[in-house]
């Protein structure tokens, strides 16, 4: 039995919810989901205890009576508790979400790309999954889930399960609730293989799939590592650019901001990324947002070993050398307590978790067991881990213990319980070309900008911005880094391109480090309150939370 989860009501140990079954409207108009959800318990006690958030609950086994929804709280929101008549296996929730639900974003026509039609898309990971379904949300708690989606025509319905046939899904493999997703636009599907495809809307299509057109590789190379892909289909959904993630695993369809792609394929190492979580997070799963880490530190280093198989080593060590540089400029910013690979989350947000940490440190220290024990020992270990484990959501201490049996003497305490860096930690080398060319990668001139002296002038910035029309960029990454250095050196002729940027990319990574460079002066607090009164209806209520919380 996992630890008690901090971050749900949810009583599992009396009424455990096994399979949910959703039948549910889609309302452009209200901005709303409509229906209802069926669970099936087992174990079925006298009480069943739900996570919600800001739901509306109207009936239960058609009653609008035997049930209560308590206070609710800012990060948890309200528990839903339902009396049980004896011998009851199954529980009838009529219900209808809010405008607001902070799992969901709805997006008018004009912040599509083909500006004709309305786009719903969801984003249950951490703890969102509860406000826009009845739940016991918590990644210990693991369901099967079949769905019926009533989209409007001409739309299509996504969900991370199997299209059983329009608007009906079937998902058959105990998932936890974080995982089950829905979109809703007007999308069409390219084949990449017979297995994998990409789905975007009409116009983004092609140049869709043919930068993620080497993911039925990817998919082959990660089963040659960890053994088959155990989840029928992979495919991809490129999103909107308010997407608030760059990518979410979503199981059987990975969800993508479109901000990856950059026409030479420099950025897919996301995809590699996501679809690693279908061994690392949807197969293994974290049991509680705590050991978070074992969800992102495993996939990133499994995203560096597929990237490794398909690109070759030079360009897996060049992405991770940029990785781990995130992680330092981060880490220095980070109170002590974060550094930690399992971390306290205690009267906080889950997603404040989401720092480099668990990605770039846990992948580090993968990798120094890698090393020190060699790849075919550590390989053969990471397999046998994933059979082990297979749809179980395990803590810390499970894989510890798991290690241990293979590598009795390995102590990781000072990864795992000490901020830093280890002194054991690998470094990551790589020799960048210092010459700057037309050929450069994406990661090339990230690393070329970012090894510029922080007080770059004005005058300097315009003169690289002759030679290489950065200020223009199509590339999100160094459009990002670029309107970074603009900030810090007032270099006026890219603000326009800056609120342009923020107003249509509502990816976190991105619009958090611009507002917190430009609120450090009066000045450009005032440029950012500005640019922000434009963005804010666009962006999720996750980066309207985290913009908030700087610009407050
Ligand atoms: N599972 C995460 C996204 C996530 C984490 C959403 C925590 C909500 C809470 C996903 O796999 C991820 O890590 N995405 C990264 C991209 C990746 C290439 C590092 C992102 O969105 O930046
Ligand atoms: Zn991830």
Redo the contacts with the bound molecule.
Sequence with gaps: MPLPDIHSYSNPGVSRVRHVELDLAVSFSGKKLRGAATLSLEPAGRTLVLDTRDLAIQRVNGSSAGFTVGPRDQFLGAPLTIDLPAGTRSVLVEYETSPRASGLQWLAAAQTAGKRHPFLFS?S??I?ARSWMPVQDSPGVRVTYSARIHAPVPLKALMSARMVRDGHFHQPFPIPP?LIALAVGDLEFQAVSSRCGVWAEPSVLQGAAREFEDVEKMVQAAEALYGPYRWGRYDLLVLPPSF??????NPCLTFA?PT?IAGDKSLV??V???LA?SWS?NLVTNATWRD?WL??GF??YI?RRIQEALYGRARSEMEFAI?TGELAIEMKELPPGDQKLAIDLKGRD??D??TQVP?VKGALMLRMLEQKYGRAKFDAWLRSYFDHFAFQSITTGQFVGYLHETFPDENLQAWLDQPGLPPDAPKVTYDFETTPGKSWSTQEWLHWLRQMPEKISAAQMAVLDREWNFTDTGNSEVAAQWLLMAIRAGYQPAYPRLEQFLVTVG???FVKPLFEELARTPEGKARALAIYRKARPGYHP?TQATADAILK
């Design positions: 984003q990971e951490a969102h974080y608030p993630f760059g990518g979410m695993e901001t990856v190492s996301l590699a990324h996501e979580h997070g978070f969800n992102e996939t990133t995203e990785e889950p997603d978790g989401m990605y990816r976190r990574k996750i």
